[in-house]
């Protein structure tokens, strides 16, 4: 086998390289896109979010990807959040909320089989998991490559090992987000990204106590 063609294969990237593919779900931020691989948030991969704290612009970052799946007739799994979503904003961001399931399975080894079975069928997760077990994240991934799905894990903590494809640290930065990459394929970004995220209240407000 040639080189060529070994190059040319789709799983291939080259280093200092910015692969553009069509395993990526756009994010809805032109500029957020342009740093990620493939364009966009990574079908078929693990992307772990470490966030300082809840609600400063998390949700309001992955709602058009959301929005986008819902309207896709895809099964949208919240799995172990830490509030009930707040449906009534989702709705307004144009989330197809009868797409939407909430699975309060805890932080213990039935959210992590939730979030695996539900990658395998298919849908985009997002978890609230326990960043402890190396071996259950390589399930995810290996579920999310079975699925072709995404995989939105959230932590505070941020370790110096993770098998997630991407990891990314996101801080409030005035009335945005400042978005760092930690782990990525492709060029080092030296700064993180400041985006300006909609103030509609999923982006004060991501949770709430009910639906409404």
Excluded at 18 to 24: F, V, Y
Excluded at 67 to 72: F, I, L, Q
Excluded at 117 to 131: D, H, N, P, T
Excluded at 155 to 164: F, G, M, T
């Amino acid at each position: 086998m040639s080189i060529e063609s070994i190059l040319a294969h789709p799983g291939i990237w080259l280093g200092g390289e910015l692969a553009r593919n069509n395993d990526a779900l756009p994010t809805g931020f032109p500029e957020l896109d342009e740093m990620l691989p493939g364009g966009g948030w990574p079908i078929g991969s693990v992307t772990e979010m470490i966030v300082e704290k809840e609600g400063i612009g998390e949700i309001s970052l992955l709602l058009p990807a959301i929005a986008a799946e819902s309207g896709k007739d895809k099964w949208i799994i919240w799995v172990s959040p830490p509030h009930v979503p707040y449906a009534p904003a989702l709705a307004h961001a144009g989330v197809k909320l009868k797409n939407m399931l909430v699975a309060n399975a805890g932080k213990d080894k039935e959210a992590w089989w939730a979030s695996e079975q539900a990658l395998r069928a298919g849908s985009f997760v997002l978890a609230w998991l326990e960043m402890q077990d190396e071996k259950k994240m390589r399930r995810l991934q290996l579920g999310a490559e079975s699925g072709r799905a995404c995989c939105m894990i959230f932590s505070r903590e941020e370790r110096q090992r993770s098998p997630a494809a991407l990891r990314l640290k996101i801080e409030a930065r005035g009335n945005g987000i400042a978005v760092h990459f930690l782990k990525r394929r492709g060029l080092h970004a030296s700064r993180p990204l400041i985006l300006s995220i909609d103030s509609h209240a999923v982006a004060r407000h991501p949770f709430s106590s009910a639906f409404a």
